[in-house]
């Protein structure tokens, strides 16, 4: 397994280890993941990979929850693309027959950097031969959730104009750990893509702010910020980009956001461009309210996702 030290990692390995897998987990620094056997490797070097992940031992399948965690155009090639590149040259060279890809829904309309840079390895898994699948899920209930904390403090919950441009099906960690760990053994699974969102109907940013202020029980105050100020900031960051790399990079987190405050999380019809949260497919059980009373009640700590917006 890769990416075992991640939200959707961490969750995925615990559903491997209690369907009885011997679990195996590739990571870059020493980590304590329950369950599972842990080996350091250098993913940057394709031998260190292979030396000291695969060890010349037998592996059935590579189940990858690993990604960028930035999401900047050379951390996201090197990670996204070029460090799977490299275990799946390694799992190649070991015999394994199938392998299982989180990539995102957002990959349907590529428009940054990481998108293309996971588009490149989708599309070197699927011509590898290998068995795959490759899910792509909506959104994580941790890239919903970095409002609640100001929100409990009385402040209104910024929207992106009205708050409804946007829809996607959250998706619970655990849940979504069910739905990889099950496409080892469901043929319906295999040599598929996989556009997966969480259960009931699709919820735009309007709905997440109301649901919010009802159970806090306060009447629902909003703040609209235009979009248009942050295709400005893109714009300016990527001039002043050109001469300081480091703007350069912030352009890009400045297009990330511009990117989710106006594209769906949901299955995209290419032929008219339109967002389908009909044709989006469901798994488990948990919904993003239930989680939102969780954490109001103190059961569930929050983890921010790192391409919040807000
Ligand atoms: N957030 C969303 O709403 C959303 C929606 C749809 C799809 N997705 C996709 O779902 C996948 C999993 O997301 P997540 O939120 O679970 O990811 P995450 O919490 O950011 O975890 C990323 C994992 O990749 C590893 N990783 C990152 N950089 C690495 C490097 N240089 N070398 C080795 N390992 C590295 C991390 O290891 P360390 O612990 O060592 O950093 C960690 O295990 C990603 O592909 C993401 O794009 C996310």
New binding site residues.
């Given amino acids: 397994m890769?990416?075992?030290?991640?939200?959707?990692?961490r969750a995925t390995a615990a559903a491997l280890v209690q369907r009885g897998h011997d679990v195996v987990c590739l990571?870059?620094?020493p980590?304590d993941i329950p369950g599972v056997s842990i080996r350091q490797v250098d993913?940057a070097d394709r031998a260190s990979v292979a030396r000291n992940g695969f060890a010349g031992e037998r592996v059935d399948a590579v189940v990858s929850?690993?990604?960028?965690?930035t999401g900047t155009p050379d951390?996201a090639w090197?990670?996204?693309h070029r460090?799977h590149c490299h275990v799946l040259d390694a799992a190649q060279a070991a015999g394994v027959a199938q392998f299982v890809l989180?990539?995102?829904?957002?990959v349907q309309k590529p428009r940054l950097a990481?998108q293309h840079a996971?588009l490149a390895f989708e599309a070197a898994l699927i011509a590898s031969g290998l068995r795959y699948s490759i899910v792509?899920?909506?959104?994580?209930f941790?890239?919903l959730s970095g409002q609640i904390e100001r929100v409990r403090r009385g402040k209104p919950f910024l929207v992106f104009g009205d708050g409804t441009l946007t829809a996607c099906k959250p998706i619970s960690d655990h849940d979504l750990a069910e739905y990889i760990a099950d496409c080892l053994t469901d043929g319906s699974r295999w040599n598929r893509i996989l556009p997966i969102g969480g259960p009931g109907p699709a919820i735009t940013p309007r709905q997440q702010g109301e649901a919010l202020f009802a159970m806090l029980g306060r009447a629902p105050r909003f703040s609209r910020v235009p979009v248009a100020l942050l295709d400005t900031i893109a714009a300016a960051l990527g001039l002043v980009g050109r001469i300081v790399p480091s703007l350069a990079v912030k352009a890009e987190l400045a297009r990330i956001g511009r990117y989710y405050a106006t594209e769906s999380?949901l299955v995209r019809d290419p032929a008219t461009g339109r967002y389908d949260a009909e044709a989006t497919p469901s798994a488990g059980t948990q919904t993003l309210f239930e989680y939102y009373r969780a954490v109001i009640d103190g059961a569930q700590p929050v983890e921010r996702?790192?391409?919040a917006v807000f």
Avoid: Q, Y
């Fill in positions: 890769l990416g075992a030290t991640g939200t959707i990692g990571v870059r620094a980590a993913f929850c690993m990604a960028s965690r951390d090197a990670i996204d460090a989180v990539s995102a829904i957002c990481f996971k792509r899920p909506t959104a994580f941790k890239s999380m996702g790192d391409h």
